[in-house]
């Protein structure tokens, strides 16, 4: 297949949209399909296969985007016809500008559209303050339909979660794929390093923003029974780190704020004794996904907008997002306890064995080609076996499949 994917957001930015696009280009070209990439990344300028288009002016909210990490494509007819012309699939990332526009030209040249579903509305609704704000997600993930998704043949849904709560909002459905964005091998292959008589180190992955709510944490951990044995790791950034810093100071063992790349991320799992995933919205969290591969129980918010949730398989993994007191006494169980923090990890293994980034690759290109194919039955009414049989040389009598 030649497969365009739209990027509105640079791929160098270090969170789960960006890596799930990188990794999808990546699995792409590797199983040997031609791959145009449209994103707003300057360092990737004249490379093959990539198209670069100028990032988008908010106007007098350009310093605030600007502390919170955000940059978004401006669309670009030129610059989008030549990327997409010729391609058997358009793949967009997100609801934007230049996916929606993307998503148009395709339509007009009579390319199948595909989109992922990777923002959530309160991933805009708390940038305004309202994130609690039934009506006004309600009516963002409306929006999101109209100008994108109700174009698509197909949409990935990295969780069930997001899916039924997008289709609950629009009360319309396009079909759609549950695939997990899927989780590096090297996770699985962490070799956990005892404890001995170091500190217990708490992990938490994520960017450091309101909806993450890492500030639960820090006030947990002072309540802790144990709060001069323990040390908490804060892998991320964001615009909240100076919040998160101040409201931390007090602790015995002052906190660490970094972002981590993959192999210093795997050692610290390696290193860490619990896991602590504190975002009250979440459509996967493959950083959880990630820490439970590498062999760590984790505690998590019991958040109603937050697939992650669903990741817990019992009542010690899983605390009220608000209630650092809740947090404290989950830390201290599982302080208390090595044995069942033990047993607990070795029940999460057989949870993991399904989150391989590769096994998740392989489903997406599926969906990508069931995409295709469906597009050519549609517009040349050819039975899709007839069209995998051509489009991969099989003779009278063979499989398609």
Avoid: W
Avoid at 111 to 117: D, M, N, R, T
Avoid at 252 to 280: G, S, W
Avoid at 380 to 391: C, D, E, L, M
């Amino acid at each position: 297949m030649k497969v365009t994917i739209i990027s509105d957001i640079p791929l160098s930015r270090k969170n789960g949209t960006a890596v799930a696009a990188a990794n999808l280009i990546e699995a792409l070209k590797e199983r040997g399909h031609e791959v145009n990439v449209v994103c707003p990344d300057e360092d990737k300028r004249g490379q093959k296969g990539y198209f670069i288009a100028k990032t988008r002016s908010f106007g007098v909210f350009d310093k605030y985007v600007a502390k919170n990490g955000v940059a978004l494509a401006k669309a670009d007819d030129k610059l989008l016809y030549s990327a997409i012309d010729g391609a058997d699939i358009v793949h967009c990332m997100m609801p934007f500008a230049l996916s929606r526009r993307a998503a148009d030209i395709a339509r007009a040249l009579g390319i199948p559209v595909s989109a992922g579903f990777h923002c959530q509305a309160e991933n805009v609704t708390n940038h305004l303050g309202l994130m609690k704000s039934k009506a006004l997600n309600k009516a963002i993930y409306r929006r999101f339909y109209r100008v994108l998704y109700s174009k698509c043949d197909c949409i990935h849904y990295p969780t069930a979660f997001i899916r039924n709560e997008f289709e609950k909002s629009v009360k319309k459905s396009t079909p759609g794929y549950v695939i997990s964005n899927g989780v590096d091998e090297e996770f699985f292959r962490v070799e956990r390093q005892p404890r001995g008589d170091k500190k217990f180190v708490i992990l938490c992955t994520g960017r450091y923003s309101h909806e993450k709510n890492q500030g639960v944490l820090i006030d947990a951990v002072k309540k802790s029974a144990h709060e001069k044995d323990i040390k908490l790791v804060f892998a991320g950034a964001g615009p909240m780190e100076d919040a998160l810093k101040k409201r931390a100071e007090g602790l015995t063992n002052p906190p660490e704020f970094k972002f981590f790349t993959k192999q210093e991320l795997i050692e610290r799992i390696a290193e860490a004794d619990l896991y602590v995933h504190t975002a009250k919205v979440e459509i996967e969290a493959i950083a959880c996904l990630e820490a439970i591969c590498g062999g760590m129980v984790p505690v998590i918010a019991n958040s109603e907008k937050s697939a992650t949730r669903a990741f817990a398989i019992g009542k010690n993994n899983l605390f009220d997002p608000d209630d650092a007191a809740q947090l404290a006494a989950r830390i201290d169980y599982f302080f208390e306890n090595g044995y069942e923090r033990e047993k607990c990890a070795l029940l999460y293994k057989g949870f993991a064995s399904s989150l391989s980034k590769s096994r998740c690759m392989d489903d997406m290109e599926e969906m990508l080609m069931n995409a295709v194919l469906e597009n050519s039955r549609a517009v040349y009414g050819v039975p899709v076996t007839q069209v995998y049989r051509h489009a991969y040389g099989y003779t009278d009598g063979e499989s398609g499949r």
